[in-house]
């Protein structure tokens, strides 16, 4: 074998080991400090009209779960200005949203739903990615005749979603409809992709974030989850995340802890989480008659 010959082999093989996907973020007219406004502010009305859960014990495990993906994140997307943060949310619907520049609300009812901690991590490095990639303002971009003030109150809806999610709409009397911020599929490829990446380097079999779209389908009925219906699949998605996987290097992933089992058990003590459609109902009976 000539010298050539082998060096061409040795950097094909070497290539093809580190063959991720490279992501390349969207345009974004707006600035790094408009994401962390726009996310903060949204934070301040999703946190007016959904229950979030004060439980240390179940706040403190998602917290790990979500720093161990935030230390993850590639250089190119790890914005200094990004705060990722994360509370759970005392409602039964399998959902978890992010706002721009990094709050996640991690609904109560998608940890209960995970058959691991990988299936949960999946879920919010999916979300992670969206912040990091910019997302949020860069479907945004494309609509700049809407004031910044209007798009604050449309955010907050939109990642709210279902009842609860209209409401916030109503009350900031925006007429965009829901569809508006619900992420297009190529941002959902990305949202994969960048998620099996982070999954990856923070000791998480990628894998996992595949079958967690399938746990979730399982558990939807006749309607599927809210997350499936705002994370629409742009097709053949367990396929190309399973694909990106063998390309990454994992060794020995984390699966299921004693803390996730700890948290789902910990959590069926709690008085059972109403559904979104229960506290929207709840809320017009309180609400004095117009
Ligand atoms: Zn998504």
Known sequence: MT??????????????????TTITPPKN????????KLGRDAAKDVEKQMPVLHDDEVTDYVRGVGDRLATAIPIDFSHPEFQYTFKVVDVKDINAFALPGGPMYVHRGIIEAAASEGELAGVM???????????????????????????????AGIAVGGAAGEAIIDATNFGLNATFLR??????KQADLLGVQIMATAGYDPRDLAHMFQTIEKEGGDRPPQWLSDHPNP?????????????????????????????????????PAPTLAELAKRRKQQQPQR
């Open 3 to 20: 010298r050539t010959f082998t060096i061409v082999l040795v950097a094909a093989v070497v290539a093809g080991m580190s063959a991720q």
């Open 29 to 36: 007219s707006y600035s790094l400090a408009d994401d962390v």
């Open 235 to 271: 097709g053949n998605r367990v396929q190309y995340i399973n694909e990106e996987a063998d390309h990454l290097q994992i060794t020995n992933p984390i699966r299921v802890t004693d803390a996730f089992t700890n948290v789902q058990a910990h959590l069926k003590t709690l008085p």
């Open 125 to 155: 490095a999916h979300e992670m990615s969206h912040v990091a990639l910019r997302h949020g303002t860069a479907q945004m971009s494309k609509a700049s005749k809407f004031g910044f003030g209007q798009l604050l109150g449309a955010v």
């Open 183 to 188: 992420f297009s599929r190529d941002y959902e």
